[in-house]
């Protein structure tokens, strides 16, 4: 039997990426997220590699909904990919309480609830790994962003203080931090500017490879960090960015 992956956010995007790679190399693939439509369809190409579980990750009883599911049929549960967030562009001066406190709890505090609970069920199966997929974000602060920017910065953190606690557990964290990446929200924003292509261009023109990211780049190194070839890193950043924080 396959060992068992959870992948939240995965119907669209870096998530959807990543589910459909990990399946690829392996894995069985629980997928999570709340669009039935585009969960389904996912459900559909993994096959007998996956299934979909359309869940909120906010309710308190997600976690362990989604360990036992992932668990049933006496697999090991062996990575989770806490991939899961929301965005909404403020200044700290700018940002209202209720904007605040709903992406500080989708985007760490569900990350920070399922990253416990898979911790638990990870001891007794014998180890893991976690990949919390932040940002650059949550490396260098982005301007007009600072309540997304503050809860990547916290995902990285989770991630070390996982690695420090948990090691002798068997239990590996790493922190994907994905520059500006071709997902269906970056081009939706790409299309609704007055001049979609002077601002693509502005986008890519920020990183040393002019470019944006691919979600299957991303995808890859979610897969590499999960792998066996990575075995000895843990609680540090893979940052997949074209070069932005180099400069």
Not at 47 to 62: H, N
Request: aromatic share 4%; glycine share 10%.
């Amino acid at each position: 039997m396959s060992d068992a992956a959870i992948v939240t956010g995965a119907t669209s995007g870096i998530g959807r990426a990543a589910a459909l790679a990990l399946a690829d190399e392996g894995w069985w693939v629980l997928a999570t997220g709340r669009d039935d439509e585009r969960g389904a369809e996912l459900e559909s190409e993994l096959g007998d590699r996956g299934a979909f579980a359309a869940v909120e990750l906010t309710d308190a009883g997600a976690p362990d909904f989604l360990i036992a599911a992932a668990r049933s049929d006496a697999r090991r549960l062996g990575l989770l990919v806490n991939n899961a967030a929301i965005h909404f562009l403020a200044t700290l001066a700018e940002t209202a309480d209720e904007q605040y406190e709903e992406l500080m709890d989708v985007n760490v505090g569900a990350a920070v609830r399922l990253a416990r609970q898979t911790v638990r069920a990870m001891r007794d199966d014998g180890g893991g790994v976690v990949v919390n997929v932040a940002s650059e974000a949550g490396l260098y602060a982005i301007p007009g962003q600072a309540a997304y920017n503050v809860s990547k910065a916290a995902l990285v953190m989770l991630t070390r203080s996982i690695a420090v606690d948990h090691a002798a557990d068997g239990i590996r964290a790493v922190s994907i931090c994905p520059g500006t990446t071709r997902t269906p929200l970056v081009e939706r924003a790409i299309a609704s500017a007055e001049d979609p292509g002077a601002h693509e261009r502005k986008l890519a023109s920020s990183r040393p490879m002019a470019r944006l990211g691919e979600v299957e780049e991303i995808a890859a190194a979610i897969v590499f960090a999960a792998g066996d070839k990575a075995s000895f890193i843990t609680g540090t950043e893979l940052i997949v960015d074209g070069g932005f924080t180099a400069t």
